[in-house]
């Protein structure tokens, strides 16, 4: 059973920068895709980005791209997500997932088995 787990959030003001990393335990394939989610109260769960693990194409989402990096470290089997000029509007748990299929990236949670606990970033203005 493969299990995700993230780590880095924080609280920071807005301009700030956070590192979340993304670990997915006993998976080593280079198959699939991995996403950062991320749901805000009263809100549904939206894609950050996308990265496909054979690939190393990746998708932002409109509202992060420019800000937001994903990198992958093979030798650790970690993915980051390198957050920068926060805003307050990021402010969510941001959860990473695991689809290891191979197809594609969705950009909807539903096409993932596999997520972590979730990490909460905190943006104050």
């Known amino acids: 059973e493969v299990q995700m787990m993230e780590s880095g959030g924080g609280s920071v003001q807005a301009g700030g920068s956070l590192r979340l990393s993304c670990t997915a335990s006993?998976?080593?394939?280079?198959?699939?895709?991995m996403g950062w989610f991320r749901q805000a109260p009263g809100k549904e769960r939206e894609v950050v980005s996308t990265?496909?693990?054979?690939?190393?194409?990746?998708y932002y989402a409109d509202s992060v791209k420019g800000r937001f990096a994903v990198s992958r470290d093979n030798a650790k089997n970690t993915l980051y997500l390198q957050m920068n000029s926060l805003k307050p509007e990021d402010t969510a748990t941001y959860y990473c997932?695991?689809?290891?299929?191979?197809?594609?990236?969705?950009?909807?949670?539903?096409?993932?088995?596999?997520w972590g606990q979730g990490t909460q970033v905190t943006v104050s203005s």
């Open positions: 997932a695991l689809d290891p299929t191979v197809g594609g990236c969705s950009r909807v949670p539903g096409p993932y088995p596999y």
């Open positions: 990265f496909w693990l054979s690939t190393s194409w990746t």
């Open positions: 006993s998976y080593t394939e280079n198959t699939g895709c």
